[in-house]
């Protein structure tokens, strides 16, 4: 359905506005370049430092580390979910009867 599109699409190089989009996101692109050498460092200096007497032990704690690392995240994410949906639920209880009994709930099942 969309072959007209595709084909009638011309690809122009337009220096000037390329110019304009790398000076605009240099910054930006710099932070986050800075910010993925925060995130994985850790493993690379894990990788030199870890208590251990072979490279290969070496790779395993950085696996077990990252995998450990993954699951934080993936924590993290669902607490950070959890509190986003729960302080509109938290809000509209607050009039009721049995708040404190669903807030207790809540938290049970939290």
Do not use: H
């Amino acid at each position: 359905m969309l072959s007209k599109e595709f084909f009638s699409f011309s690809f122009k190089f337009d220096k000037i506005v390329w110019r304009q989009l790398v000076l605009y996101g240099l910054p930006i692109m710099i932070a986050g370049f800075a910010g993925m050498i925060n995130e994985t460092f850790d493993r690379i200096m894990l990788g030199w430092w870890a208590p251990v007497t072979s490279e290969d032990a070496a790779k395993a704690e950085v696996g077990i580390y990252s995998a450990c690392y993954k699951l934080s995240l993936l924590i993290s994410l669902s607490v950070q979910a959890f509190r986003m949906g729960a302080e509109p639920f938290f809000f509209k209880q607050s009039t009721s009867e049995n708040a404190p009994r669903t807030y207790a709930r809540v938290m049970k099942f939290l």
